[in-house]
T-cell receptor, first 115, second 115 residues
Framework: DSGVTQTPKHLITATGQRVTLRCSPR?????VYWYQQSLDQGLQFLIQ???????AKGNILERFSAQQFPDLHSELNLSSLELGDSALYFC??????????????FGPGTRLLVL | AQSVSQHNHHVILSEAASLELGCNYS??????LFWYVQYPGQHLQLLLK??????LVKGIKGFEAEFIKSKFSFNLRKPSVQWSDTAEYFC?????????????FGKGTSLLVTP
């Protein structure tokens, strides 16, 4: 158990819908990263937050957005869902300001299936 | 942009066989390198990491990796695998500051250890 929690574990929804994935970082961790794991694209970085502020964006679609709240939990919002959005979404946290030397601890992921 | 390539997508070994998984990265600057493991149905766990110093890094569960700067490689090794090592293995390199130092992952290598 990494100490990072994600809910829900599984999510099944239809195309065009909107879902929210939740991540609680390890106690005391200020950085949260979101990654998407799919069969064709592998593991890809989506977006990062540090202490409530967006720090960096990766291959995140405009239909996707995220935020980090004052209690440091983060939510990833996926809207206008398409079949291709079906994937495993991971959240990771680290305990320091990003500088390349931090270790990221991953949550168990949320498996999203869009039908 | 940094990229990571893992040469073997699927590896099948018998118990007690030696393991070496290849990983090459493309980035000209200072790199921080990681190997993560994903056991079936579980989250990504850190096996080992290299930031600087001794290029031979020892990790958990008997794994080690060697950083060879001239070859841009960071191969993972284990002298004698066990059935419980069956998992997906991911090599990763830190991105640059403008990506929040998010991890760039290889496509992964699926290892099956047979009794």
């Amino acid at each position: 158990d990494s100490g990072v929690t994600q809910t829900p574990k599984h999510l099944i929804t239809a195309t065009g819908q909107r879902v929210t994935l939740r991540c609680s970082p390890r106690s005391g961790d200020l950085s949260v990263y979101w990654y998407q794991q799919s069969l064709d694209q592998g593991l890809q970085f989506l977006i990062q937050y540090y202490n409530g502020e967006e720090r960096a964006k990766g291959n995140i679609l405009e239909r996707f957005s995220a935020q980090q709240f004052p209690d440091l939990h983060s939510e990833l919002n996926l809207s206008s869902l398409e079949l291709g959005d079906s994937a495993l979404y991971f959240c990771a946290s680290s305990d320091r300001r990003p500088n390349g030397l931090e270790t990221q601890y991953f949550g168990p992921g949320t498996r999203l299936l869009v039908l | 942009a940094q990229s990571v390539s893992q040469h073997n997508h699927h590896v099948i070994l018998s118990e007690a066989a030696s393991l070496e998984l290849g990983c090459n990265y493309s980035y000209g600057g200072t790199v921080n390198l990681f190997w993560y493991v994903q056991y079936p149905g579980q989250h990504l766990q850190l096996l080992l990491k290299y930031f600087s110093g001794d290029p031979l890094v020892k990790g958990i569960k008997g794994f080690e990796a060697e950083f060879i700067k001239s070859k841009f490689s960071f191969n993972l090794r284990k002298p004698s695998v066990q059935w419980s090592d069956t998992a997906e293995y991911f090599c990763a390199v830190n991105g640059a500051e403008d990506s929040g130092y998010a991890l760039n992952f290889g496509k992964g290598t699926s290892l099956l250890v047979t009794p």
